[in-house]
């Protein structure tokens, strides 16, 4: 995994909204099913239009459709959609001219051969805002987002004397090669260098000496195996370095140079993220001024004639509202309030008898048990919860959610449409209903639970949100250009290219291939379905998207599998291994949701980290090789982190909130899993079935984990680690 992946689950899709008032006016009743029909009909047309791109010709035909059914039922309760598609026809009909890569960037592109993305690219000392600046200890480091994807020249002019001078290329990470100048700083010097560098520190030093003190031209030729440095114009190798054989990385620089050039082959995610970034500006531009209202007819945003049923139940905490309280109960609302689950827990425990409500006991105890990972006590507290208040909403919607961690979806479900249909005006009670149907594949399901919300509950614009997602979740990216790549199980749909789609699909095929052939096949009735995959052509695209359909634009994320939408979204990382990697990663994740209900958060993350560096080895694609951050990053933080029989049970939020040590545990405690001594190698196959079994989650795991010495579990797991390092 290139970044943090987020493993979207959408546990609260959006925040409720106030009920509407009635409106003025009120629609002609709905016809039966012919004249519903036929609306489906047209607008599917309209939907394939749109998929070839024939944008003018899509929004005059449904200015007709919505003409020839006006004020229809089934039309009002489509209006998100309707919104959507007029303005993705809208933007496409503009033809907004892109401008080329030279006009886009600040350097200067002396020569681009789109084919094969070989470049001539230069930069002085007034042109470098493609740089991101990241601050040294005594200067400003600028870092290119390019990646060089082949044998590359890069050639850096100045003046010694001028400031510090440094040149980091074949940059990896805190590997690369380093090239500088020197300086004279506070009174001493930074030596002239050459130097290899891993991890941060010198390996081998090739020239170290005063500082330069006249004008000096360093050129570098970077190739597979070796590296030629000329120095001052001279033709004459000055210096031979060996190179390790791995990907050719990107470079940064000081300030204190006159010009700096590259010839050679580029990864093509830099100019084609500059290109994306471009588009989804003009789209910004375009959606900020585009006014629904001004292009579709009136009646299409009147809500209809009806009353908005009212929920029944407040957001308050059940059993709330005595007039007079304990110390111990304003002491568990004040630590529910700021989410200190453990102190919840402890102070109940102590608490007296009858000073705190027996229904608010149960609900925060079992939030607190839920939050905390402990489903089997969250299993208990909670059916107490619903004892005690069965038709209350809000326990209810705290049950579903225990239910469906502890893998008892089909219970959650029920509840859930119960709930819905018992609470018809609690916005939490369908969202919940909706999210439960969508991660079961049922789309068409929820599309027709969010219609009937609105038709037989009058919950229009409560609903408003949540029927946008559900539209683009159908539709995916709003791009105006768009390729589509079918394989035997995957839809791969992009703006970049052709060949990317099909280059993505053969490496999820394979990948998949070689997931079935270890761990087992998609159930029959889920593997009739391909899996959707969406590749962004920059990370703005990607952002947007995401923070439209989920709500939230994820940082720091190459991507992200969503169970809930069941599609898998990539950006197009400057490094082509870099999205292989990432496409692996989330691949992972979009097999296991056919595979497991509800795996633990460290098995899907971990096994996913496993997996994404994986390699043909015999003849055959292998996970599980040697992950160097993770195993330096465990190393110098073990003090934090959570002993091991914790660990494996420990909650979702957690994970997320300490994010890059939970990564690195979860790769290591697979990896030991995997690859550690025979002996502990057997225990995986254990977990395996464990989890696929319909036993509730932490009993899967305390069955498969049962006898382990975890004291010795523990010590021979860093034994191992240590090994790899």
């Avoid at 090739?206 to 000096?216: I, S, W």
């Avoid at 000329?230 to 033709?235: I, V």
């Avoid at 309280?325 to 009858?354: I, N, Q, T």
Wanted: charged share 25%; net charge neutral.
């Amino acid at each position: 995994m290139v970044q943090n992946c987020w493993l979207c689950v959408l546990p609260c899709l959006f925040a409720s909204l106030p009920a509407q008032g009635t409106p003025a006016v009120a629609p002609s009743p709905a016809s039966a099913g012919p004249s519903e029909t036929a609306f489906e009909a047209g607008y599917a047309k309209i939907r394939e239009q749109m998929a070839r791109q024939k944008w003018v010709v899509a929004a005059q035909d449904l200015q007709a459709l919505l003409a020839a059914h006006e004020k229809q039922l089934y039309v009002l309760a489509q209006r998100e959609a309707i919104v959507e598609d007029a303005r993705r026809c809208a933007f496409g009909a503009k033809a907004i001219p892109v401008p080329p890569p030279e006009k886009l960037i600040s350097g200067k592109l002396e020569w681009l051969d789109r084919g094969s993305h070989r470049v001539k690219l230069s930069y002085g000392k007034d042109n470098l805002a493609d740089f991101a600046v990241e601050e040294g200890e005594h200067f400003e480091v600028l870092v290119h987002p390019l990646a060089f994807a082949n044998d590359y020249e890069i050639t850096m002019r100045g003046k010694g004397g001028a400031g510090y001078a440094g040149l980091w290329f074949d940059r990896i990470g805190d590997d690369y090669t380093m090239w500088s100048s020197g300086a004279h700083v506070d009174g001493g010097y930074l030596p002239a260098l050459l130097a290899h560098y891993e991890g941060g520190k010198i390996v081998r030093k090739f020239r170290e000496g005063q500082p330069e003190v006249g004008a000096y031209v360093c050129r570098f030729v970077v190739a597979d195996r070796e590296i030629l440095y000329y120095e001052n114009d001279q033709k004459k190798v000055a210096q031979k370095l060996a190179r390790k054989k791995r990907p050719f990385g990107s470079f940064a620089v000081t300030r204190a140079f006159d010009e700096i050039e590259i010839k050679g082959t580029l990864e093509p995610g830099w100019l084609q993220g500059v290109t994306d970034q471009f588009v989804a500006e003009r789209r910004a531009e375009f959606e900020k001024d585009w006014r629904p209202k001004e292009h579709l007819p009136e009646w299409l945003f009147e809500k209809p004639a009806g009353k908005t049923a009212r929920p029944k139940y407040g957001r308050s905490i059940p059993g709330v509202g005595v007039l007079s309280v304990s110390d111990e109960f304003e002491r568990v609302l004040d630590a529910y309030k700021e989410a200190k689950w453990r102190e919840v827990r402890a102070v109940l425990a102590k608490a007296p008898a009858d000073s705190v409500p027996p229904l608010t006991h149960a609900f925060v105890d079992a939030t607190a048990a839920w939050q905390l990972g402990n489903l089997v006590d969250a299993l208990a507290v909670s059916e107490r919860a619903l004892g005690l208040a069965p038709e209350d909403s809000r326990v209810r919607l705290l049950r579903i959610d225990i239910l469906d961690d502890a893998r008892r979806r089909a219970d959650a479900l029920a509840l859930a449409r119960q709930t819905a249909e018992d609470d018809p005006g609690d916005v939490q009670a369908q969202e919940r209903l909706v999210v439960l149907l969508l991660r079961q594949g049922d789309a068409e399901g929820a599309e027709r639970h969010v219609r009937d919300v609105k038709i037989r509950h009058g919950l229009w614009q409560q609903m408003q949100s949540l029927d946008q997602m559900l539209a683009m979740r159908r539709r995916g990216p709003a791009w105006t250009r768009t390729f589509t790549y079918t394989s035997a199980n995957y839809e791969v749909s992009s703006d970049i290219d052709q060949k990317r789609c099909s280059d993505a699909a053969s490496i999820l095929e394979s990948s998949l291939t070689r997931l079935k052939a270890q761990f087992g096949q998609i159930k029959e009735e889920q593997s009739k379905t391909r899996f959707r995959v969406f590749l962004f052509a920059g990370e703005q695209g990607y952002k947007d998207y995401c923070a439209k359909i989920l709500g939230d634009a994820p940082s720091h994320t190459a991507g992200l599998y969503s169970p809930v939408l069941k599609q898998l979204l990539i950006w197009n990382v400057q490094k082509r291994e870099d999205m292989d990697r990432t496409i692996r990663h989330e691949s992972f994740h979009q097999y296991l949701d056919r595979v497991l209900v509800e795996p633990p958060v460290w098995f899907n993350e971990g096994m996913a980290e496993f997996w994404e560096t994986a390699k043909y080895e015999g003849g055959l694609l292998q996970g599980g090789q040697v992950r160097r951050d993770h195993v330096a990053l465990l190393i110098r933080s073990k003090k934090d982190l959570v002993p091991l029989a914790q660990f494996v049970h420990g909650a979702r939020s957690d994970f997320y909130a300490n994010a890059q040590l939970r990564y690195a545990q979860a790769w290591a405690l697979v990896h030991f899993l995997r690859k550690g001594p025979s002996g502990w190698q057997k225990l995986f196959p254990k977990v395996w079935t464990a989890l696929r079994g319909d036993a509730p989650l932490r009993e899967a795991i305390d069955g498969a984990f049962a006898g382990v010495d975890w004291p010795r579990f523990e010590t021979e797991f860093w034994e191992h680690l240590r090994n790899l390092k």
